[in-house]
Antibody
Framework: QVQLVQSGGDVKKPGASVKVSCKAS????????VSWVRQAPGQGLEWVGW????????NYAQKVQGRVAMTTDTSTSTAYMELWSLRSDDTAVYYC?????????????WGQGTLVTVSS | QSVLTQPPSASGTPGQRVTLSCSGS????????VNWYQQLPGTAPKLLIY???QRPSGVPDRFSGSKSGTSASLAISGLQSEDEADYYC???????????FGGGTKLTVL
């Protein structure tokens, strides 16, 4: 069965960086894109970006452009999202999700979420 | 302020049919497909509807989606207590070159 397992939560100080991992299993990792979506406490969903493991091309939300990098390791079927110059409003649960087909906004399997807390 | 507009709350009684709305513009819903997600408390979102009106396997046919112009709707018939959740619409936005979500609708089953 398809599973996405994310790394554990983290607490960072403002200005620091964080790297969240997302290990996939149960499907051919290279054949499906990976989206990252975040959710601030008590708030709605916000798209962060996506990556194609096959080609390595990425697309990031304007809000985080220049502070985020998404990568994949096809040998371990793992996707990574690194965010730097952290601010308090980056505090959120970060989800990775598999892209269904070629439609980036259709995500059919999700990880359990990783809470990133930015606090001094 | 979300790019897609959803009413913050909705409610219904068991067995009732409820419709949730999602309003956008020509750069998102008007020119691209709409997806709907259900998020139960404390859990990750779940894909409910993709490409406007398609249900992934395992999603009951009580859930249906539609799109007209720059708006979309999610209908839930035969409302059940386990349908109490947050519902989000999502679409690609050509102007922003990214995915946009609605602010979400909290559905309460009375």
């Amino acid at each position: 069965q398809v599973q996405l397992v994310q790394s554990g939560g983290d607490v960072k100080k403002p200005g620091a960086s964080v790297k969240v991992s997302c290990k996939a299993s149960g499907y051919t990792f290279a054949n499906y894109g990976v989206s990252w979506v975040r959710q601030a406490p008590g708030q709605g969903l916000e798209w962060v970006g996506w990556i194609s493991p096959f080609r390595g091309n990425t697309n990031y939300a304007q809000k985080v452009q220049g502070r985020v990098a998404m990568t994949t390791d096809t040998s371990t079927s793992t996707a990574y999202m690194e965010l730097w110059s952290l601010r308090s409003d980056d505090t959120a649960v970060y989800y990775c999700a598999r892209v269904k087909g070629i439609v980036v906004e259709s995500n059919d399997y999700w990880g359990q979420g990783t809470l990133v807390t930015v606090s001094s | 302020q979300s790019v897609l507009t959803q009413p913050p709350s909705a409610s219904g009684t068991p067995g009732q049919r409820v419709t949730l709305s999602c309003s956008g513009s020509s750069s998102n819903i008007g020119g691209n497909t709409v997806n709907w997600y259900q998020q139960l408390p404390g859990t990750a979102p779940k894909l409910l509807i993709y490409t406007n009106n398609q249900r992934p396997s395992g999603v009951p046919d009580r859930f249906s989606g539609s799109k007209s112009g720059t708006s979309a709707s999610l209908a839930i018939s035969g409302l059940q207590s386990e349908d109490e959740a947050d519902y989000y619409c999502a679409a690609w936005d050509d102007s922003l070159n990214g995915v946009v979500f609605g602010g979400g609708t909290k559905l309460t089953v009375l």
